[in-house]
């Protein structure tokens, strides 16, 4: 079946950098735009940025933009989100998510997408 795994979360400072990475199984990944989306204590749940399947077309939401980078290994089925000059407001949980159509993704709503990783906890804080 289809899973998605992250990782990488964790504690850091303002200012500070951190690697998510999400490893995918059970569809052929190469196919299907993946996201990144956060979840803030509540917050609605916000779009982060979306890849296209090759990896050539990058999107970023707003508040991420210019600090956040996007990327994939489609040989070995991850997807990465590196965060840099994070800000406390970086602080929610963190989901890889699966495009319901191949070329999906792109925004905040669920149905969008049709499998999610489990999330990693992103914390900035001094």
């Known amino acids: 079946q289809v899973q998605l795994v992250e990782s990488g979360g964790g504690l850091v400072q303002p200012g500070g950098s951190l690697r998510l990475s999400c490893a995918a199984s059970g569809f052929p990944f190469s196919s299907y735009q993946m996201s990144w989306l956060r979840q803030a204590p509540g917050k609605d749940l916000e779009w982060v940025s979306t890849i296209s399947p090759g990896g050539t077309s990058t999107w970023f939401g707003e508040a991420v933009e210019g600090r956040v980078t996007i990327s994939r290994d489609n040989a070995k089925n991850t997807l990465d989100l590196q965060l840099s000059s994070l800000k406390p407001e970086d602080t929610a949980v963190y989901y890889c998510?699966?495009?319901?159509?191949?070329?999906?993704?792109?925004?905040?709503?669920?149905?969008?997408?049709?499998?999610w990783g489990q999330g990693t906890q992103v914390t900035v804080s001094s």
């Open positions: 998510a699966k495009s319901r159509t191949r070329f999906g993704g792109n925004t905040a709503r669920r149905d969008e997408y049709d499998a």
